[in-house]
């Protein structure tokens, strides 16, 4: 069985900073891509960041590229989410995403790529 379970959301002022972070467990994790999405109050999930399974490959959205580093420790299981800068148009809640096994280069972005989700972190930025 396979869980994702994130946590380091909360409530901050703009500019200021959050480390996410997405346990895994159930399996070994060092060849499945990763990903982050979030969905704000009347948006559509949109993805943040994503990780390759090996080459480490990664993205970034233009919204948070200069301000987000995604990173994964495989001997950890864990993915991360750094997060500078922050904005309030960052709020909105966070989730981690699992695809694999793998063993391409690819850092994959869509929603429907993914079969293993988190239940998700709250991130909330005040002006």
């Known amino acids: 069985q396979v869980q994702l379970v994130e946590s380091g959301g909360g409530l901050v002022q703009a500019g200021d900073s959050l480390r996410l972070s997405c346990a895994a467990s159930g399996r070994t994790f060092s060849n499945y891509a990763m990903a982050w999405f979030r969905r704000a109050p009347g948006k559509e999930r949109e993805c943040v960041a994503a990780i390759s399974a090996i080459g480490g490959s990664t993205y970034h959205a233009d919204s948070v590229k200069g301000r987000f580093t995604i990173s994964r420790d495989n001997a950890k299981n864990t993915l991360y989410l750094q997060m500078n800068s922050l904005k309030p148009e960052d709020t909105a809640v966070y989730s981690c995403?699992?695809?694999?096994?793998?063993?391409?280069?690819?850092?994959?972005?869509?929603?429907?790529?993914?079969?293993?989700w988190g239940q998700g972190t709250q991130v909330t930025v005040s002006s």
């Open positions: 995403a699992l695809k694999g096994p793998l063993f391409t280069n690819i850092a994959y972005t869509w929603v429907a790529n993914y079969e293993y």
